[in-house]
Protein backbone atom coordinates (compact mmCIF):
# COMPACT_ATOMS: atom_id res chain seq x y z
CA UNK A 1 0.00 0.00 0.00
CA UNK A 2 3.00 2.29 1.19
CA UNK A 3 4.57 1.95 -1.94
CA UNK A 4 1.38 2.48 -4.66
CA UNK A 5 0.75 5.87 -2.45
CA UNK A 6 4.42 6.77 -3.27
CA UNK A 7 3.74 5.85 -6.64
CA UNK A 8 0.84 7.47 -7.22
CA UNK A 9 1.85 10.84 -5.54
CA UNK A 10 5.27 10.15 -7.77
CA UNK A 11 2.84 10.29 -11.18
CA UNK A 12 1.23 13.39 -9.65
CA UNK A 13 4.07 15.19 -9.42
CA UNK A 14 5.26 14.30 -12.89
CA UNK A 15 2.33 15.24 -14.41
CA UNK A 16 1.52 18.40 -12.09
CA UNK A 17 1.87 21.74 -14.92
CA UNK A 18 5.69 23.41 -15.12
CA UNK A 19 5.74 26.78 -13.01
CA UNK A 20 7.68 29.41 -14.20
CA UNK A 21 10.04 31.04 -11.71
CA UNK A 22 7.60 34.15 -10.48
CA UNK A 23 4.81 31.20 -9.92
CA UNK A 24 7.50 29.46 -7.94
CA UNK A 25 8.15 32.51 -5.47
CA UNK A 26 4.61 33.06 -4.87
CA UNK A 27 3.66 29.54 -4.03
CA UNK A 28 7.20 29.75 -1.61
CA UNK A 29 5.24 32.53 -0.05
CA UNK A 30 2.22 31.37 0.26
CA UNK A 31 1.29 29.76 4.09
CA UNK A 32 -1.71 26.97 2.68
CA UNK A 33 -1.71 25.67 -0.16
CA UNK A 34 -3.81 22.60 -2.21
CA UNK A 35 -2.56 19.42 -3.13
CA UNK A 36 -2.40 20.81 -6.61
CA UNK A 37 -0.29 23.60 -5.93
CA UNK A 38 1.86 21.22 -3.31
CA UNK A 39 2.69 19.00 -6.46
CA UNK A 40 3.34 21.38 -8.93
CA UNK A 41 5.67 22.52 -6.59
CA UNK A 42 7.85 19.64 -5.67
CA UNK A 43 7.38 19.15 -9.77
CA UNK A 44 9.27 22.56 -9.63
CA UNK A 45 11.93 21.62 -7.45
CA UNK A 46 13.02 18.68 -8.53
CA UNK A 47 13.15 20.62 -12.52
CA UNK A 48 15.25 22.92 -10.77
CA UNK A 49 17.86 19.51 -8.86
CA UNK A 50 17.86 17.79 -11.65
CA UNK A 51 18.79 18.89 -15.50
CA UNK A 52 16.79 16.25 -17.09
CA UNK A 53 12.89 15.55 -17.11
CA UNK A 54 11.57 14.21 -14.43
CA UNK A 55 9.78 10.75 -13.85
CA UNK A 56 8.46 9.24 -11.45
CA UNK A 57 11.21 6.94 -11.13
CA UNK A 58 13.47 10.41 -9.85
CA UNK A 59 10.70 11.77 -7.64
CA UNK A 60 10.86 8.27 -5.53
CA UNK A 61 14.79 8.12 -4.88
CA UNK A 62 15.12 11.84 -4.41
CA UNK A 63 12.31 11.34 -1.34
CA UNK A 64 14.59 8.53 -0.87
CA UNK A 65 17.66 10.84 -0.15
CA UNK A 66 18.92 10.50 -3.56
CA UNK A 67 20.36 13.64 -4.70
CA UNK A 68 23.02 14.16 -1.55
CA UNK A 69 24.33 10.52 -2.47
CA UNK A 70 24.32 12.41 -6.09
CA UNK A 71 25.99 15.22 -4.96
CA UNK A 72 28.79 13.72 -2.75
CA UNK A 73 29.62 11.26 -5.35
CA UNK A 74 30.28 14.41 -7.91
CA UNK A 75 32.19 16.00 -5.29
CA UNK A 76 34.56 12.84 -4.69
CA UNK A 77 35.43 12.29 -8.53
CA UNK A 78 35.94 15.17 -9.49
CA UNK A 79 38.37 18.65 -8.56
CA UNK A 80 38.28 18.73 -4.96
CA UNK A 81 38.99 22.45 -5.02
CA UNK A 82 35.26 22.51 -6.20
CA UNK A 83 33.76 21.36 -2.82
CA UNK A 84 36.06 23.23 -1.17
CA UNK A 85 34.47 26.49 -3.07
CA UNK A 86 31.08 25.11 -2.58
CA UNK A 87 31.83 25.24 1.44
CA UNK A 88 33.09 28.43 1.30
CA UNK A 89 30.37 29.92 0.33
CA UNK A 90 28.36 28.49 2.50
CA UNK A 91 30.32 28.82 5.26
CA UNK A 92 30.36 32.67 4.20
CA UNK A 93 26.83 32.73 3.81
CA UNK A 94 26.12 32.15 7.05
CA UNK A 95 28.37 34.62 8.47
CA UNK A 96 27.10 37.07 6.47
CA UNK A 97 23.48 36.03 7.33
CA UNK A 98 24.60 35.60 11.23
CA UNK A 99 26.59 39.09 11.24
CA UNK A 100 29.48 37.07 12.16
CA UNK A 101 28.22 34.66 14.36
CA UNK A 102 27.30 31.13 13.24
CA UNK A 103 24.76 28.25 14.57
CA UNK A 104 27.00 25.37 14.09
CA UNK A 105 24.57 23.04 13.56
CA UNK A 106 23.13 25.01 10.61
CA UNK A 107 26.08 24.98 8.69
CA UNK A 108 26.22 21.55 6.04
CA UNK A 109 29.88 21.47 4.79
CA UNK A 110 31.00 18.61 2.85
CA UNK A 111 34.82 18.85 2.20
CA UNK A 112 35.19 16.59 5.49
CA UNK A 113 33.54 13.55 4.36
CA UNK A 114 34.77 14.11 0.72
CA UNK A 115 38.58 14.01 2.07
CA UNK A 116 37.79 10.95 4.11
CA UNK A 117 35.92 9.07 1.15
CA UNK A 118 39.49 9.89 -0.70
CA UNK A 119 41.71 8.95 2.21
CA UNK A 120 40.06 5.39 2.72
CA UNK A 121 40.18 5.12 -1.02
CA UNK A 122 36.76 5.11 -2.33
CA UNK A 123 37.70 6.84 -5.97
CA UNK A 124 39.63 3.38 -7.14
CA UNK A 125 36.29 1.33 -6.03
CA UNK A 126 34.18 3.03 -8.01
CA UNK A 127 35.86 2.26 -11.19
CA UNK A 128 32.54 0.56 -13.33
CA UNK A 129 35.03 -1.64 -14.83
CA UNK A 130 36.73 -2.92 -11.84
CA UNK A 131 34.91 -6.09 -9.84
CA UNK A 132 35.74 -5.60 -6.23
CA UNK A 133 36.29 -8.70 -4.15
CA UNK A 134 36.62 -8.94 -0.35
CA UNK A 135 40.65 -9.96 -0.84
CA UNK A 136 41.32 -7.29 -2.67
CA UNK A 137 44.34 -5.45 -1.23
CA UNK A 138 42.71 -2.11 -1.33
CA UNK A 139 39.26 -3.51 0.33
CA UNK A 140 41.43 -5.27 2.92
CA UNK A 141 42.97 -1.84 3.61
CA UNK A 142 39.52 0.01 3.98
CA UNK A 143 38.29 -2.49 5.85
CA UNK A 144 40.65 -2.30 8.24
CA UNK A 145 40.87 1.88 8.48
CA UNK A 146 36.92 1.72 8.54
CA UNK A 147 37.45 -0.86 11.90
CA UNK A 148 39.91 1.52 13.43
CA UNK A 149 38.67 4.71 12.34
CA UNK A 150 35.11 3.60 12.91
CA UNK A 151 34.13 6.67 15.63
CA UNK A 152 35.21 9.08 13.09
CA UNK A 153 33.63 7.85 10.16
CA UNK A 154 30.25 7.64 12.26
CA UNK A 155 30.31 11.44 13.10
CA UNK A 156 31.35 12.62 9.82
CA UNK A 157 29.39 10.09 7.44
CA UNK A 158 26.81 9.04 10.22
CA UNK A 159 27.78 5.45 9.54
CA UNK A 160 27.94 2.95 11.29
CA UNK A 161 31.01 0.27 11.25
CA UNK A 162 31.91 -2.25 13.07
CA UNK A 163 34.52 -5.70 13.15
CA UNK A 164 31.33 -7.91 13.14
CA UNK A 165 30.80 -6.95 9.54
CA UNK A 166 32.20 -8.51 6.46
CA UNK A 167 34.12 -6.39 3.87
CA UNK A 168 31.64 -5.70 1.59
CA UNK A 169 28.92 -4.77 3.70
CA UNK A 170 31.87 -2.30 4.95
CA UNK A 171 32.28 -1.16 1.47
CA UNK A 172 28.38 -1.19 0.89
CA UNK A 173 27.80 1.18 3.80
CA UNK A 174 30.87 3.47 2.99
CA UNK A 175 30.45 3.75 -0.47
CA UNK A 176 26.40 4.68 -0.48
Known amino acids: MRDLNKQTEAIAVVNAPDLTPTEYQKLQNQRVKTTS ?3 AERKHQLQQRYPIPITPEIKIRDDD ?8 HYY ?7 VRNRDLKEWNGHLERGHGKVALQDVKLLTAQVELLRGLGIPGLLDPNREVRPTDPDVQ ?4 LCVTCSRDIKDILNVTVSAKMTPMQIVGSIST
Open 76 to 82: LTYDPQI
Open 65 to 72: GWYPKLRL
Open 37 to 39: ERV
Open 141 to 144: RLVS
